[in-house]
Nanobody, 123 residues
Framework: QAQLVESGGGLVPPGDSLRLSCAAS????????MGWFRQAPGQEREFVAAMTWSGGSTYYGDSVKGRFTISRDNAKNTVNLQMNSLKPEDTAVYYC????????????????WGQGTQVNVSS
């Protein structure tokens, strides 16, 4: 059974960094495009970043561009999200997801989802 498990969330002060990881199992996720989304209380799920299966293309949401970096290691079936210069508005549950679609910014295009990891940015 396909499974995605996120880790690395926590509580950090503004300006700090966090690295989220997503471990995939049960399928050959090296052939899937992978994405990160986030959802804050009372808000819709927001696109954060995505990377094609080959790693050849990356996409970022406007609010994180220049601060977050997505990467993947297909040999280890992992996808990472390096988050720098964190702001209070980055506080949310972060989800890893996988898709065969090429429309990577839409949450509805993703077939598999992790359970999420909480990120809190606060002084």
């Amino acid at each position: 059974q396909a499974q995605l498990v996120e880790s690395g969330g926590g509580l950090v002060p503004p300006g700090d960094s966090l690295r989220l990881s997503c471990a995939a199992s049960g399928r050959t996720f090296s052939t899937y495009n992978m994405g990160w989304f986030r959802q804050a209380p009372g808000q819709e799920r927001e696109f954060v970043a995505a990377m094609t299966w080959s790693g050849g293309s990356t996409y970022y949401g406007d609010s994180v561009k220049g601060r977050f970096t997505i990467s993947r290691d297909n040999a280890k079936n992992t996808v990472n999200l390096q988050m720098n210069s964190l702001k209070p508005e980055d506080t949310a549950v972060y989800y890893c997801a996988a898709t065969v679609s090429t429309w990577l910014r839409s949450a509805t295009e993703y077939n598999y989802w992790g359970q999420g990891t909480q990120v809190n940015v606060s002084s």
